[in-house]
């Protein structure tokens, strides 16, 4: 809705006008949740996590996200190198094959919708390390419950930390999201709020229960107020520091509820479901590969236009979305069943 508002300009100026939580944060906490449900089995079954099986969890998180990137990064350079997208092909470099474009800086103007993964494949290489550390370091201390819990803790407040470092920096809201929003260091807390809702529903079952609906009342209610009660100020402290844990752990408060959903056989939930599937696909190509070529090339001069052309950006990024994962994402990512069978990593 956001990368495709554009198109409706002539018909439905600032569309989407209606402040909403960010989709990315959702996709955190999330992705956090899942992750580290996966982390917290294998945590258990193996009596600790050794790098063997840090390896093969990093190689069924590969085969699920680099094929799919790399093709489209390369569709990237090629779109804006022949001038069929918007962009500076100077500001592509070697960081964007190793996710190191926004590692500790920012950048602008080449695939930009790239910053929130950079910062989900860093979660994937630090968290399992840290895992290995923090167990090694405290197994006979503590127990492992609460050493996951340290190294949740750890990477919620290490951002916060850096976060507040730079936070001296004078910034528009333009350079607000570039160098706070959407640099790695900065960020990974978003995804831990995932991974400690992940440790309550594995270590208090029965509580994950109870706190569903509670929680998801609170959160929306606490989203709700973050967003239209008070005034997000790119200028000020609280803007680049407590904000990002405040909505990430609100977002996070949705999970349990959202967790106990487990069917969906409507028509309607049929296409959820489908766009589920492909959301991945349809993350890396709508922007720049379908919004970017409109906006360059097919721009709407008329209201009418502006609506026929927001349906042909949405049946065209969910079609091509479906054949990318159907004949490649799909595909490449079942590949990783044949290598990694034996380790019963999910």
Known sequence: MGHGGFILDKSIPGFPY????????????????????????????????DFKEVFSFWKRRWFRTIPNYY???????????????????????????VFLQNFNTYFTDFFW???SLTIEEWFYI??????????????KVTSKKNIILLVIGTFVLLPLLYRYSISDEQVDPFWFDVKFRKVVLAR????MFG???AWIKYYYPLLWKKIAIPFFIIGLILIFSLLHF???DPIGFYAKTIYFSLIGFSAAMLLPYADSVKTFRTAF?????????????????????????????????????????????WVTVIVASTFLYKYFEKPITDLREFSTSKTGIS
């Open 269 to 313: 939930g049929k296409v959820i479901t489908h766009i589920s599937l492909i959301s991945y696909s349809m993350y890396l190509i709508n922007l720049a590969l379908v919004a970017q070529v409109i906006l360059v090339h097919f721009l709407p001069q008329t209201e009418m236009e502006s609506y026929i052309m927001y349906v042909i950006y």
């Open 195 to 197: 991974v400690f809702f």
């Open 126 to 139: 630090f968290t399992p390390i840290a895992i290995v550390v923090f167990h090694k370091s405290l197994v």
């Open 113 to 115: 919708e790239s910053w």
């Open 71 to 97: 093709l489209v990064l390369i569709l990237n350079i090629l779109f804006v190198s022949t001038g069929i997208i918007g962009g500076k092909i100077e500001n592509f470099n070697w960081k964007f094959f």
């Open 230 to 232: 008070i005034k997000l």
């Open 18 to 49: 209606i402040p909403l939580i960010d989709g990315v944060e959702l996709f955190f906490v999330l992705s956090g949740f899942l992750i580290g449900t996966i982390l917290l089995k294998i945590y258990k079954k193996n009596d600790g996590i």
């Open 188 to 191: 990974l807390d978003a995804i």
